[in-house]
């Protein structure tokens, strides 16, 4: 599969006071693709302010418009960025704050 830019992701040091580089996690989210009204579940495996990584039900096309529903931040915009073995790179259109984030308990 074909790998975009993925300088959203090449920090990899834990998030500091300045809410800078990636944060593992485990929570479940929504994505949409494009204009689609329906959103699938997907799991969300780490999170920056540039963007973040998901674990995904089915293949999504390279540089594909998305959306993804963050509890305490709400629907974010972006691009997936990078696709590999049920994995996907999202890099966000704007920057968010990582630690607004409040995941669900998930069902």
């Known amino acids: 599969m074909k ?6 992701f090449a920090d990899a040091a834990p998030l500091d006071g ?7 996690v485990s929570f479940n989210a929504r994505l949409r693709v494009g204009d689609a009204k329906r959103a699938a579940k997907v799991r969300i495996r780490n ?22 529903e963050l509890a305490g931040i709400g629907w974010v915009a972006g691009r997936v ?3 590999i073995e049920g994995r996907v790179g999202v890099a966000f259109d704007s920057e968010i704050d990582p630690r607004r984030l ?3 308990a998930d069902a």
Do not use: K, N, Y
Request: net charge negative.
């Open 3 to 8: 790998h975009l830019d993925t300088g959203a």
């Open 18 to 24: 300045q809410g800078r580089g990636r944060e593992s």
């Open 47 to 68: 999170v920056s302010p540039g963007g973040l990584m998901a674990e995904v039900p089915r293949p999504l096309a390279p540089d594909a418009a998305v959306e993804i």
């Open 81 to 83: 960025a990078w696709q």
């Open 102 to 104: 409040q995941p669900a």
